[in-house]
């Protein structure tokens, strides 16, 4: 026997030609990210742009300050002192 599904926290379940479906309640957190970023496809495309941006800056910088600590004293940089006079 397969036991009861408690459907009391979506709303009126329905059943279709292919089986049970429910519609759930949407959080108003949810509601609210989707009205702002998902609903026109411009901003979304927006969103994801600006996003990939901040990431390869992220990126970028992080595996900077890895190579520079990995490389610390034989980088031009750090060395430049000892062949450079100063004027």
Known sequence: MIPR???THLETPFLTSTGLYTIVKMPSLMNGV???VFRRNYI???TVFVGAFAMEIAFD???NKVWDTINKGRQWKDIRHKYI???
């Open 34 to 36: 989707y009205n702002a």
């Open 5 to 7: 599904q408690d459907f």
């Open 85 to 87: 006079e100063s004027e």
């Open 61 to 63: 910088t992080a595996t």
């Open 44 to 46: 979304f495309l927006g």
